[in-house]
């Protein structure tokens, strides 16, 4: 099961010595919409692989305000807890479906072996932190550059592309949280955004017009 999976998601990434392995060692575990899948100061001792749905990675201040790093999508891993399982160290980010969501589990020592003895997986990992990272200098050129409107349109518009539906289930709060501010701000703008024609409101959803 896990076999066919791996091979429906991932056949262009690996060859079949890594889903063998992965479908030997791998555990799926199946998360329902707001989930938490790891969270900060936990001890991780297993990599995540994402099979279906979307997972959110936050990170959360002293004050407990949560801020979005960047949104994984099936095929993905976590770079951030990747960093965290080498290291040793406690986790630095929460983890939080956003969907419903099914994830394989690679104990650390694993992804470690493959690391060193499989060039695909390697290629994999380090590609993932590129990718990660690219995506973190992306939320904080975001953060520094941009205005809460413009972050606000784009945080849409990321949603619409990620799901590949302009329909976009979220409440105020959701966003709210997600971009650090408050609901009030967040309904004022998005009722700016409507009323330039680029969104369309309804009761927790969202019709992206302009993207």
């Known amino acids: 099961m896990i076999q066919e999976k791996l091979l429906a998601q991932f056949h262009q990434q690996f060859d079949n010595t890594v889903v063998q392995s992965i479908s030997e060692y791998g555990i799926i575990k199946h998360f329902k919409k707001d989930d938490i899948i790891m969270d900060i100061g936990q001890d991780l001792t297993?990599?995540?692989?994402?099979?279906?749905?979307?997972?959110?990675?936050?990170?959360?201040?002293?004050?407990?305000?949560?801020?979005?790093?960047?949104?994984?999508?099936?095929?993905?891993?976590?770079?951030?807890?990747?960093?965290?399982?080498?290291?040793?160290?406690?986790?630095?980010?929460?983890?939080?479906?956003?969907?419903?969501?099914?994830?394989?589990?690679?104990?650390?020592?694993?992804?470690?072996?493959?690391?060193?003895?499989?060039?695909?997986?390697?290629?994999?990992?380090?590609?993932?932190?590129?990718?990660?990272?690219?995506?973190?200098?992306?939320?904080?050129?975001?953060?520094?550059?941009?205005?809460?409107?413009?972050?606000?349109?784009?945080y849409l518009v990321d949603h619409v592309k990620l799901n590949a539906s302009s329909t976009i289930s979220k409440t105020h709060q959701d966003i709210a949280e997600d971009l650090n501010t408050s609901r009030v701000v967040i309904s004022r703008i998005l009722k700016q955004l409507e009323n330039e024609k680029k969104i369309a409101l309804s009761r927790n959803k969202i019709e992206v017009l302009e993207f």
């Open 46 to 154: 297993h990599v995540p692989l994402l099979l279906e749905g979307n997972i959110k990675v936050l990170r959360e201040d002293s004050n407990d305000n949560e801020l979005l790093l960047y949104v994984l999508e099936m095929g993905d891993t976590c770079s951030m807890s990747l960093t965290c399982c080498m290291s040793r160290s406690k986790s630095k980010i929460r983890a939080v479906a956003d969907k419903d969501s099914s994830v394989i589990m690679i104990p650390n020592d694993k992804m470690m072996e493959w690391f060193h003895n499989n060039e695909i997986w390697r290629n994999f990992i380090l590609n993932s932190y590129q990718i990660r990272f690219n995506e973190m200098l992306e939320t904080i050129d975001t953060l520094a550059f941009m205005k809460m409107d413009e972050r606000l349109f784009k």
